[in-house]
T-cell receptor, first 110, second 114 residues
Framework: KQEVTQIPAALSVPEGENLVLNCSFT??????LQWFRQDPGKGLTSLLL?????REQTSGRLNASLDKSSGRSTLYIAASQPGDSATYLC?????????FGTGTSLTVIP | DTGVSQDPRHKITKRGQNVTFRCDPI?????LYWYRQTLGQGPEFLTY????????KSRLLSDRFSAERPKGSFSTLEIQRTEQGDSAMYLC????????????FGQGTRLTVV
C-alpha cells in the first residue's frame, strides 16, 4: 500500500523567508503528484500538479519538484507571506485513488 | 463553472439517524471521488465513480455507507445509522478521465454525530 509522509509536520517562519516542504512516498509507480492547500475547516485548493514524466512545475511564488525514482517531492515557497499560513498536503495518484500525507501546518509570522 | 459544490456545509445529527450529502462536480468532469478526513489527518479514499459507474470502494466504506451518481452528474453519499466515529469532514472531488487529471475538491461537508 502506498504510504505518503510529509516533513515537517509544522513549520513557523518569519514573513519574507523562503521555505521548503517535503513529501515522500513509498511506491514510485505513481501517475501524478498534486500539492494542495487547506485552510482550517475548509476544503482543498489545488496548487500544482506534476505528471509522473515531469520534474517540476511552477506557479507564481510556488515551485514543486518531483523525483519519482527516489519517491520524493518538494514544494518551495518563495518570499513567504502571512496569507500563506495554512496546511499543505501532497497527494500521489496511483490507479484511481489519491493517497495523501498528513500535511505540513505552515505559520508565517508578520 | 464555480467548481465542485457540496451541500450541506455542516450537519449535526443524533447517533442512529441517517444523513445524505450531495456533491455537484465540475460539469465536464466524468470522474468523481469521495474522501473522508478526520482531524489532523490527510483525506482517505472512500469511493470513485466514472460517469455513473461506481468502480472502486474502500474497505472504509462499510455497509452503512452508500453512494450513487445517477446519470453521471451529481452524486450523493448516504450514511445510515450514524455512529460517533462517522464524525469527520466528507470531501468530494472531480477530474477528467483523460489528459489533465488534476483533481478539484469541494469545500466539504462537516458531519458531527452527537
Amino acid at each position: 500500500k502506498q504510504e505518503v509522509t510529509q516533513i515537517p509536520a509544522a513549520l513557523s517562519v518569519p514573513e519574507g523567508e523562503n521555505l521548503v516542504l517535503n513529501c515522500s512516498f513509498t511506491d514510485s509507480a505513481i501517475y501524478n503528484l498534486q500539492w494542495f492547500r487547506q485552510d482550517p475547516g475548509k476544503g482543498l485548493t489545488s496548487l500544482l500538479l506534476i505528471q509522473s514524466s515531469q520534474r517540476e512545475q511552477t506557479s507564481g511564488r510556488l515551485n514543486a519538484s518531483l523525483d519519482k525514482s527516489s519517491g520524493r517531492s518538494t514544494l518551495y515557497i518563495a518570499a513567504s507571506q502571512p496569507g500563506d499560513s495554512a496546511t499543505y498536503l501532497c497527494a500521489v495518484r496511483v490507479g484511481n485513488q489519491f493517497y495523501f500525507g498528513t500535511g505540513t501546518s505552515l505559520t508565517v509570522i508578520p | 463553472d464555480t467548481g465542485v459544490s457540496q451541500d450541506p456545509r455542516h450537519k449535526i445529527t443524533k447517533r442512529g439517524q441517517n444523513v445524505t450529502f450531495r456533491c455537484d462536480p465540475i460539469s465536464e468532469h466524468n470522474r468523481l471521488y469521495w474522501y473522508r478526513q478526520t482531524l489532523g489527518q490527510g483525506p482517505e479514499f472512500l469511493t470513485y465513480f466514472q460517469n455513473e459507474a461506481q468502480l472502486e470502494k474502500s474497505r472504509l466504506l462499510s455497509d452503512r455507507f452508500s453512494a450513487e451518481r445517477p446519470k453521471g452528474s451529481f452524486s450523493t453519499l448516504e450514511i445510515q445509522r450514524t455512529e460517533q466515529g462517522d464524525s469527520a469532514m466528507y470531501l468530494c472531488a472531480s477530474s477528467f478521465y483523460r489528459g489533465n487529471t488534476e483533481a478539484f475538491f469541494g469545500q466539504g461537508t462537516r458531519l458531527t454525530v452527537v
